[in-house]
T-cell receptor, first 115, second 114 residues
């Protein structure tokens, strides 16, 4: 069964500190992996996307890594800001050919950045 | 601004009532989908469409209907609302179903069924 597991479920850090969020998946056949940021009361917004051949992708203070062999991904946030407080969702796309792709969502990690 | 527009943002229904959640996108995306988000769970696919006139069921389709008469619009209809349908609903669109070009989500509709 295709699954995406995220850890931790929630995390509290102080402003300015770094943190790393984890995503383990069992999705086949794998197409791509995205990290989304979801602010409270808003829809998810894409941060990064990685395909099978990519190991690292950065977007400002966000750096995502992908290990396709172990089926693990991480999202590292550097020098956290209060505006980073949100849920971070790992989404893996399974490729079934053409337009019949299937997204498998993790439950998300709720990050709270405190001053 | 280009994107996915959902209306209404909030809605309270009584059990048994019907309603339509509206979704419109102006990016000429072929692929559109509806998700529900419940506490402690990942987003779950309700219905999706790969183009005008073509729809299909997702993971949790019971109690919901969709149609796609135009590329831009993808309304979600609740036939007879039940408390179990209390949730936050998101509409999303993409160039392709695999999400290779990215999914754009609307800001959501928070529905409460009493």
């Amino acid at each position: 069964k295709n699954q995406v597991e995220q850890s931790p479920q929630s995390l509290i850090i102080l402003e300015g500190k770094n943190c790393t969020l984890q995503c383990n998946y069992t999705v086949s056949p794998f197409s791509n992996l995205r990290w989304y940021k979801q602010d409270t009361g808003r829809g998810p917004v894409s941060l990064t996307i990685m395909t099978f051949s990519e190991n690292t992708k950065s977007n400002g203070r966000y750096t995502a890594t992908l290990d396709a062999d172990t089926k693990q991904s991480s999202l590292h946030i550097t020098a956290s800001q209060l505006s980073d407080s949100a849920s971070y969702i790992c989404v893996v796309s399974a490729e079934y050919g053409g337009s019949q792709g299937n997204l498998i969502f993790g439950k998300g990690t709720k990050l709270s950045v405190k001053p | 601004n280009a994107g996915v527009t959902q209306t209404p943002k909030f809605q309270v229904l009584k059990t048994g009532q019907s309603m339509t959640l509206q979704c419109a996108q102006d990016m000429n995306h072929e692929y559109m989908s509806w998700y529900r988000q419940d506490p402690g769970m990942g987003l779950r696919l309700i219905h999706y469409s790969v183009g005008a006139g073509i729809t299909d069921q997702g993971e949790v389709p019971n109690g919901y209907n969709v149609s796609r008469s135009t590329t831009e619009d993808f309304p979600l209809r609740l036939l007879s609302a039940a408390p179990s349908q209390t949730s936050v609903y998101f509409c999303a669109s993409s160039y392709s179903g695999t999400g290779a070009n990215g999914y754009t989500f609307g800001s959501g509709t928070r529905l409460t069924v009493v």
